[in-house]
Nanobody, 125 residues
């Protein structure tokens, strides 16, 4: 069964940076698109960023565009989310997820089939 393990979350001051990692196992990693989502207390889980199988295309939510960067290392079966200029409104549990979508970056939660356990990101003002 596919396993995803996120790491790198923590507490940071506004304006700071964090790098999240998601290590995947028991799948042919390069055959899957990957995405990052987040869920704040009392809110729906929302799309943050996604990347195609090869890493050739990425897509970001407007709220993080220009501040966050998604990347992947297919040799290490790992996807990353570099988060810069963090804001208090970025506080959430961040999840990585796998999608077997082909073509454009999948944007819809339902297109992702397997999820990690999440990592907490807290940004203080």
């Amino acid at each position: 069964q596919v396993q995803l393990v996120e790491s790198g979350g923590g507490l940071v001051q506004a304006g700071g940076s964090l790098r999240l990692s998601c290590a995947a196992s028991k799948l042919t990693f390069s055959s899957y698109a990957m995405g990052w989502f987040r869920q704040a207390p009392g809110k729906e889980r929302e799309f943050v960023a996604g990347i195609t199988r090869s890493g050739g295309s990425t897509y970001y939510a407007d709220s993080v565009k220009g501040r966050f960067t998604i990347s992947r290392d297919n040799a290490k079966n790992t996807v990353y989310l570099q988060m810069n200029s963090l804001k208090p409104e970025d506080t959430a549990v961040y999840y990585c997820a796998v999608s077997n979508a082909i073509g454009a970056v999948p944007l819809i939660r339902g297109m992702y089939t397997t999820w990690g356990q999440g990592t907490q990101v807290t940004v203080s003002s």
